[in-house]
């Protein structure tokens, strides 16, 4: 059997991932030398086709939008975070040649979360409420002790949201997107929104904000983040999620403990800043 020495990030868009610069960051650090990873511009239409090309040399993929979901039916397994939230972000082939699917993006934002301090919530915010917005959900579950409130655009968004709350054993309170700016009051927001949604609100900040976790990482500072920092509120921004779900994944397609952190963090924020030169 040949040796399973291959990885890659898949989604589209992907030419904007930082992927492949954390993973390869961790390779180097590591000795392993022969591991590649690579990015793959791959939609709903072909993930299925992409899987059935793959070769015993595969040992994992990373996922980004639009297929989290989208392949879930073309796994042989998945994890019960996975599950939780009907989203996988990671899949590992097994010796055997089993797909088997987990989310890295729950543990990620907690361990995100935690490096800056937050440990426990009595209330959260989260906006928008796309795959993201359930994996915040679910890590919400293990570290907030009250309601959150999600900020949405329509009522199947709503529907959805109300869903993953009774689902993962949240009180989710609906707030439609018009009163988004009140919203940010609360000790915790957590905004998944795409590039741009949150640049609106950045002037409804709070005096005294809570903690602010923006998961975009490019462009960055996001509007949002930008003015919560000038405010005094601590940001915890898209790279601190990406580099420790990327940690996670790291270990469990190479099976090396622990993945490099601060070099696949300094990797990152390399590549980042080459952007903007």
Same mark, same amino acid.
């Given at each position: 059997?040949?040796?399973?020495?291959?990885?890659?990030?898949l989604?589209?868009?992907?030419?904007?991932?930082?992927?492949?610069?954390l &993973?390869?960051?961790?390779?180097?650090?590591l000795?392993? =030398?022969?591991?590649?990873?690579?990015? +793959?511009?791959?939609d709903?239409s072909g993930?299925?086709? +992409?899987?059935g090309g793959?070769d015993?040399?595969?040992?994992?993929?990373?996922?980004?939008?639009?297929?989290k979901r989208?392949?879930?039916p073309?796994?042989d397994?998945?994890?019960?975070?996975?599950?939780?939230? @009907?989203?996988?972000?990671?899949?590992? +082939?097994?010796?055997d040649?089993?797909?088997?699917?987990d989310n890295?993006?729950?543990?990620?934002i907690?361990a995100?979360?935690g490096e800056h301090?937050?440990e426990?919530? /009595?209330?959260?915010?989260?906006l928008?409420?796309?795959?993201t917005a359930?994996?915040?959900?679910?890590?919400l579950?293990?570290?907030?002790d009250?309601?959150?409130?999600a900020?949405?655009?329509? @009522? =199947?968004?709503?529907?959805?949201?109300r869903?993953?709350? @009774?689902?993962?054993g949240?009180?989710v309170r609906?707030a439609?997107?018009?009163?988004?700016?009140?919203?940010? /009051?609360?000790?915790l927001?957590?905004?998944?929104?795409p =590039?741009?949604?949150?640049?609106?609100?950045?002037?409804a900040?709070?005096?005294?904000?809570?903690?602010?976790f923006d998961?975009?990482y /490019?462009?960055w500072?996001?509007a949002l983040?930008?003015?919560?920092a000038?405010r005094?509120?601590?940001?915890?921004?898209?790279? /601190?999620?990406?580099? &420790?779900q990327?940690?996670?994944?790291?270990?469990?397609?190479t099976?090396?403990?622990?993945?490099?952190?601060?070099?696949?963090?300094a990797?990152?924020?390399?590549?980042?800043?080459?952007?903007?030169r």
């Amino acid at each position: 059997m040949p040796a399973r020495h291959r990885a890659a990030v898949l989604g589209s868009p992907i030419a904007h991932s930082l992927s492949p610069a954390l &993973h390869r960051a961790a390779y180097r650090e590591l000795g392993l =030398a022969d591991w590649t990873y690579e990015r +793959f511009e791959v939609d709903e239409s072909g993930i299925g086709p +992409f899987l059935g090309g793959l070769d015993g040399t595969w040992a994992g993929l990373s996922l980004t939008m639009p297929l989290k979901r989208a392949v879930l039916p073309l796994l042989d397994e998945v994890s019960a975070t996975a599950a939780s939230v @009907e989203a996988v972000n990671t899949v590992v +082939f097994t010796e055997d040649g089993r797909r088997v699917g987990d989310n890295t993006d729950v543990p990620g934002i907690l361990a995100a979360l935690g490096e800056h301090g937050v440990e426990r919530v /009595d209330r959260a915010t989260v906006l928008g409420a796309g795959a993201t917005a359930s994996s915040a959900l679910a890590a919400l579950a293990r570290i907030c002790d009250g309601p959150v409130t999600a900020c949405v655009r329509s @009522e =199947a968004r709503a529907r959805e949201m109300r869903g993953w709350g @009774e689902r993962l054993g949240v009180e989710v309170r609906i707030a439609p997107w018009e009163e988004a700016p009140a919203a940010l /009051d609360t000790p915790l927001v957590v905004a998944t929104t795409p =590039a741009g949604t949150t640049d609106a609100l950045a002037g409804a900040v709070p005096a005294a904000p809570g903690t602010l976790f923006d998961v975009l990482y /490019d462009p960055w500072p996001t509007a949002l983040a930008e003015a919560w920092a000038t405010r005094g509120g601590p940001v915890v921004g898209g790279l /601190d999620l990406l580099v &420790h779900q990327a940690v996670l994944q790291v270990e469990q397609m190479t099976g090396r403990h622990p993945a490099p952190l601060a070099a696949m963090r300094a990797a990152g924020e390399a590549a980042l800043a080459a952007r903007v030169r």
